[in-house]
């Protein structure tokens, strides 16, 4: 099983910034991609961007050119750059690690509120 770690979030205006920060412990030999999904209040959790150890990275299209993705694998760490944040994008955060069986673990989850 892998520990995952959350960091980061909180509140930001409109426009703003924020990078998250999750970090894996454990079983880390077990998973072969981390990424990131959120939930939004009512709405079903999505992915947002994930990132596999050879480095291939798959985005949802409504954050294309706003949030980058990145990983260090000698670290077990992935991040998520957050730019030109909208309100739409207001959620709790997830790290996930995605296992060579397809299972998923979980870190506990972050808030992101942007908001004036």
């Known amino acids: 099983q892998v520990q995952l770690v959350e960091s980061g979030g909180g509140l930001v205006q409109p426009g703003g910034s924020l990078r998250l920060s999750c970090a894996a412990s454990?079983?880390?030999?077990?998973?072969?991609?981390m990424g990131w999904y959120r939930q939004a209040p009512g709405k079903q959790r999505e992915l947002v961007a994930s990132i596999s150890q050879s480095g291939d990275i798959n985005q949802a299209d409504s954050v294309k050119g706003r949030f980058t993705i990145s990983s260090d694998n000698a670290k077990n760490a992935v991040y998520l750059q957050m730019n030109n944040l909208e309100a739409e994008d207001t959620a709790v955060y997830y790290c996930n690690a995605r296992g060579w069986d397809n299972s998923d673990d979980w870190g506990q989850g972050t808030q992101v509120t942007v908001s004036s």
């Open positions: 454990g079983s880390t030999f077990s998973f072969w991609r």
